[in-house]
């Protein structure tokens, strides 16, 4: 008897990445708007270089002048207005709190969440991928703290990932509508923070054309007249109304604040050449695990010469723009925040696979955990008070000691940050859905980052000048003088509004060809303060510790001392003649 025909041998086909679907990504947004907006007003505004920024936008309210930027009544002319503006905006609205100070950066970093997904979602199919991406961002180091910090470089980082985006439509055959965002996003962009704006999606498009995309096609849409034409309508009216208002601004923006500060040692030049290099795994954590092993392998066809794996897109956007901050003599950790996004891309990818399978969930959830038990550490270490001895430096120079007992309040949000990452791997374990555990991973991150920022709201006074604006506005009369000498404590005017200053001796910040007398004469050399504090004139003066002594040896008297501004805790305030009460 014959035996029965085996069954015929089945194969398991994975089922193909479900696409996201119609309107997740103003989903992907609201998600991001709501995790950075949570807990972004505890902590006041730091004073470099956030009691500036939200200074600038006030002084623009107050003023009504929404053309030329002032900082204290003198012009400051380093940064086009696009963020002042939004910030005045966000001021009419909620008032003037480190909140609406931040919502312009808030929104910025939700715009990149919103791109990540929309990049993820093109590059690999995948509705899981292209969420995993946008949480990924608004939930990490770089994502978290930068767009919960008032800085121009998010702006731009959202506006050249606009650009970018359209850049990508429009070689894959957009057309029209992709001309008018590319357009569009290179002039907020201009009006966020300058040149760069359409210099840094042009480096990328170089390294796209280098790993596979059509050059004729790039070079279309590059040269397009439609996209330049509504780049200039969005950003010429303000240029030429602020050079009308200060002729030669357009000279010095270009040639000094672009040109000459990225190829010149400044009084930022205290960084390595390997600093981004360094950075960006730390901007990545706690997610920096899942890059090791992340690929994009779906090709790419349309608008390249060949099928291209989509992670060398990727990759060419990234490298591209960290060797290119990393030639700059001027090294800040937030100009790099261009070169983050696509990197988020790539976690993003490697986390939707992750979640699909428990064990590789498990070792992610571990890596979380490791990152978490060296936090709750070093936050225990900061609480118990046992690193206060210690001398810190970094890259040489010497930086604020551990010593300062104000930082000890930090030690227990740090601590149960840190917490929240150990509860990973029990999160992974309990939750049994792919969606389930991505939500629970992302949750863990967000804790941890609000924990840091609650903590950080308890030591304000150490990077704050709130204290000092309560003491100088307690100790100086509408007729004194309040003198700060070589340097200006930003934050002044955003936590008393009534506070006027005036700047003796060196202030690098405020730069030819605006460093001569602005406003009322706010801007003197140190020289003109020694007869001024010799006359009849009552003068409170603001100085480091060293400055501040010579005068109070001359008869001055000390107010207060060790008072935090101009990212200094040894402040003193002296008067030279005693107040009539």
Known sequence: MDAPPAPPLTTVVPAPAESPRRGEAALAFVAALLLLLAFAGVRDLFDADEGRYGTVALDMVRSGDYVTPREHGLRFMDKPPL???????AYAVLGATPTAARLPCIVAGATVALFAFLFAAAWTGSRRAAWAAALVFATCGGGMGFSRTVTMDMPLTACVCGALWAGWRGVAGGGRRARVGLGVAVGLGLLAKGPLAAVVPGLVALAWVAV???????????????????????????????ERANPGYLRHFIEYEHFRRFREAGHRDFAPVWLYAAVLPLFLAPWTSALWRARLPRPVVEGVRRPVP??????????ALLVFYSAGRNRLFTYVLPAFPPLAVLVGARVADVVADARASRRLATAFAVLGALAALAGAAVASGVVFEAEWTLFGRRVLPLREARLQPLGLP???????????????????????RLVGLVLAAAVCFWGVDLGAARVEALRSPRALARTLAHEAGPADLVVCLD?????????????????AGKQPEIVEPWASLDGDGRLFPEAALASLWTSDRRVVLVAREKKARPFVERGGRLLARDLSGAQRADLWVVENRPRAR
């Open 83 to 89: 963020v002042y503006w939004a910030a005045a905006g």
């Open 487 to 503: 340097l200006l404590p930003q934050g002044l005017r955003f936590s008393e509004p009534g506070l006027q200053v005036a700047v």
């Open 212 to 242: 596979g995309a059509s050059w004729r096609r790039v070079l279309a849409l590059v040269a397009s007249p439609l996209a330049w034409a509504t780049a200039l309508a969005v950003a010429a009216p303000w240029y030429a109304l602020v």
């Open 414 to 436: 740090v601590g149960l940050g840190g917490a929240a990452l150990l509860s990973a791997p029990v999160l992974v374990r309990v939750l049994t859905t792919p969606r389930a």
């Open 310 to 319: 989509a992670g060398r897109f990727a990759w060419a956007w990234a490298l």
